[in-house]
């Protein structure tokens, strides 16, 4: 019964109009389900050239990065999955730990036969690059994260102090009972409250989000990112204690109104060579707040080769 709701919702979804999209792909993109890890991924993949990884985060999927993926196509290949439960992907009952969705990643990138690759990730989507950056450093050429912290990384838990986070502890049964079909409800808390423009994430794209967050699966998945934390802080602390920081150059950007300089601050405690960088006129939600802004430092580290 599950899976006949998610085909139907699916199947709704997409029967809605091009108004509850954010930012298009370019036409030229496909997409594919690969099944990886007990999971299937959902991936969109298009351009050529060396290969580009962007992962997302909460309020998000990979629809996020479609700017983003304009601009890079032209000269890369560039690959961007739902993350596990999230978007549409599969959503599992386990392994929303990073280490494992490292694997996850690991699998999308095998399938498509690459075997190394630039990493852009938001969010969430940066703890899960650095878990695979972490476990394949061989394959990570250069590492680009925005606008959030790593569990176990640099000051982690003075960050979870602020209130702001409070999401981070809020997940269970009755936490999914009290969203459920008031996903963009709950969505619109973190889009209003971490923006410095929330006017710029349209209404279009507010609903898109939720449609997505109200699959079967996919509150329980987002929760379970966060609940997952504590074991992504001592898998991280480990693999610095054993193997040291990451080796790859790494862009650690920060929105203006946000993170900002300290996104640089923090990953100077998990990478040797660590360039910082601040989207301007931006909160949290980059690719909504300042695309342009956020393609071109992207771009420019990409380009920055020895």
Same mark, same amino acid.
């Given at each position: ?17 091009? +108004?509850?999209?954010?930012? !298009?792909? !370019? ?11 007990? #999971? ?17 985060? &909460? ?10 993926? %304009? ?18 992907? %599969? ?29 852009? /990730?938001?969010?969430?989507?940066? *703890?899960?690059? &650095?878990? &695979?950056? %972490? ?5 990570? /050429? ?6 959030? !912290? ?12 602020? !209130? ?22 709950? +969505? ?13 994430? /349209? ?8 449609? +997505? ?5 996919? *509150?329980?998945? %987002? ?27 790494? +862009? ?25 960088? #601040? ?28």
């Amino acid at each position: 019964m599950l899976r006949i709701a998610c085909a139907l919702i699916v199947a709704w979804l997409f029967a809605v109009p091009a +108004l509850a999209q954010p930012a !298009p792909f !370019p036409a030229d993109f496909r997409t594919e389900d690969i099944p990886v890890n007990g #999971v299937t991924m959902h991936v969109r993949v298009g351009g050529h050239g060396p290969a580009v990884v962007l992962l997302h985060g &909460f309020g998000d999927t990979g629809d996020m990065w479609g700017p983003m993926a %304009s601009d890079l196509e032209r000269d890369h290949t560039v690959v961007v999955p739902d993350l596990r439960g999230m978007g549409l992907s %599969s959503k599992p009952a386990t392994g929303f730990d990073k280490k494992t969705q490292a694997g996850d990643i690991a699998g999308v990138l095998d399938a498509l036969k690459i075997q190394r690759a630039d990493l852009v /990730t938001h969010d969430i989507g940066n *703890m899960v690059g &650095f878990a &695979f950056a %972490s476990q394949y450093p061989n394959r990570v /050429t250069r590492f680009a994260l925005i606008d959030a !912290p790593v569990p176990g990384v640099g000051p982690w838990e003075e960050i979870l102090k602020n !209130p702001l986070l409070w999401h981070f502890r809020f997940g269970g049964p009755d936490m999914e009972r009290l969203v459920a079909g008031r996903e963009r409800i709950y +969505l619109d808390r973190f889009y209003n409250d971490f923006a410095a423009h929330p006017e710029r994430i /349209t209404e279009a794209t507010r609903d898109h989000y939720a449609r +997505l967050y109200a699959l079967p699966g996919a *509150m329980h998945s %987002s929760f379970a990112q966060f609940a997952a934390f504590d074991q992504d802080a001592i898998d991280n602390r480990a693999f610095l204690a054993g193997h040291g920081k990451l080796p790859m150059p790494v +862009l650690a950007l920060g929105g203006e109104k946000s993170f900002g300089v300290r996104m640089a601050e923090i990953m100077r405690a998990g990478a040797v060579d660590v360039k910082g960088g #601040v989207v301007p006129d931006s909160g949290h939600w980059i690719m909504d707040e300042n695309p342009t802004a956020t393609v071109a430092l992207v771009r420019a580290f990409l380009e920055a080769r020895p």
